[in-house]
C-alpha cells in the first residue's frame, strides 16, 4: 500500500491550482491558440492508481438467451454479418465496451446459416456456451466447437462460423477492438464468397501442435499467435480434476490453468490473456487486484464474486466483468468452473502488469 504522505500529496495536487483573473484570461488566450495548461489536468492524466470508467457488472444468461432467440427470428445470419448481443458495460453505454479495453458479446448461429468470411486485425475468441455442431473455419481449417471449447481467430485470418447441428448455437466473442482502435490500426475485409475454401482437413492445428510435439518443418520463428485454434474443454477438465486431486488449489486463484501458445510459452494470443479455474466449493478466495481488466464466463457450479464495492451472484453462462485494480474475492457454493480473459497480454508485453495478492480485504 502507498504510505499516508504519498496519498496526502496525491491529495494537494488533486485540488489543483486555483483560479485568477489573470489565469483564466491565460487559459482562454492559449486555448484559441490550441493550447492547455497541464496543471490543470496533470492529476486525472497520470493518476496514482487505475481509474477504470466501466463498472464491476453481471449479465444472467437467463436474461440474455431469450434476446439471443428473438433476434434469430428479427435478422438472418446473412444480413446481420454477425448475430451478436453486446454486453455494454453500464457505465459505457452506447460503445460496445465490457470494460474500458474489452469487447464481449454473445453469438447466436441457427442450423443451416453460415456467417461470411471476413478478416480484421482485431484478433478473436470465442468460448462456446451451448450447442452441438457448429464450427469455424478458420484460414481454411475448421473446428469443430463444442461447449467449453476456448477458440481462436487470430489477426487477419479468413474466419466463417456455421451451425451443422440441429439447434442454435451460442457462444461469447471476446475482441480486442478497442485497443486496436486506440491505436488506429484496423483494417478489415469481407470475401466475396460466403465462405472461404477448405484447405486443410478439421481440427488439423490441433493434431500437428496440440501433443507437446510440432511438425519439424514449422516455420523457424514462431508467430505470437498460438498455432493450435481450438483448446478443448475435455482436456481443461481433465487437467483440472487432476490438480484438484493432487495438489491445493491457490488460496487468490484456485487451481488455474493458462492457455499458451505451445511454441513461445507465451498466451495463446498475444494481445488476449486466456485462463480457467476451478473453486473448490465452501472455500472463498482471498481479496485478490491486477491492473488487468478481466472478463468471467461462467461454466459449471455456482458461487458469489465480490469485485471492489459490488457483489453478484452466478449460474453457468453468467458473464460478469472485473475492472482494472478492484479487489476481486470469489465463492463458489458449488464446485465452479469459471473461463476468463483480460488484457494482460498486452499489457505484459509493454511491462504495465501488476498484481497484488492481499490477505484481508482492504
Ligand atoms: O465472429 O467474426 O462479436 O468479427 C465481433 C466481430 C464477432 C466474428 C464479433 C467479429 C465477430
Ligand atoms: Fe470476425
Known sequence: MADPTELLRHKAMDQGVAETDARSAFYARAGEKDLAPL????AGLVTPFPRPKALA???????????????????????AERRVMVFENPALRGQSRVSDSLF??????????????????????????????????IGGERSVMHP????????????????????PVVWL?????????????????????QQHPIVRPDDASRAEYGHAMAPASRPLHPSTVSPILNYPYVRADEML??????????PWRGHMLDYLNPLTGDWAMPTIA?????????????PY????????????????????????????????????????????????????????????KLSLWREARLDAKI
Open 173 to 193: 466473442d471476446g475482441l480486442d477492438m478497442h485497443i486496436v482502435n486506440l491505436l488506429n490500426a484496423s483494417f478489415r475485409e469481407e470475401m466475396a464468397d
Open 104 to 137: 464481449a458479446g454473445l453469438q447466436i448461429i441457427k442450423p443451416g446459416e453460415v456467417a461470411p468470411a471476413h478478416r480484421h486485425v482485431a484478433s478473436a475468441l470465442r468460448f462456446i456456451i451451448e450447442g452441438e455442431g457448429a464450427y469455424s473455419a
Open 57 to 79: 457488472h453481471r449479465w444472467r444468461y437467463a436474461d440474455v438467451r431469450p434476446f439471443l432467440m428473438e433476434a434469430c427470428d428479427l435478422v438472418t445470419a446473412a444480413e
Open 289 to 348: 487486484r491486477s491492473t488487468d481488466t478481466t472478463v468471467f464466463c461462467v461454466v459449471e457450479g455456482e458461487g458469489t464474486s465480490k469485485i471492489g464495492d459490488l457483489e453478484f451472484d452466478w449460474a453457468p453462462h453468467d458473464v460478469f466483468v472485473a475492472p482494472s485494480w478492484e479487489v476481486q474475492e470469489h465463492q463458489a457454493s458449488r464446485t465452479a468452473t469459471l473461463f476468463s480473459y483480460s488484457d494482460r497480454a498486452v499489457q505484459e
Open 39 to 42: 496543471w490543470k489536468v496533470l
Open 148 to 167: 467449453g471449447d476456448f477458440v481462436i481467430t487470430p489477426s487477419w485470418v479468413w474466419h466463417d462460423h456455421g451451425n451443422e447441428g440441429p439447434a
Open 274 to 286: 486466456t485462463s480457467m479455474r476451478r473453486l473448490p466449493a465452501g472455500i472463498g478466495t482471498k
Open 241 to 250: 480434476t487432476s490438480m484438484a486431486a493432487h495438489s491445493p488449489a491457490d
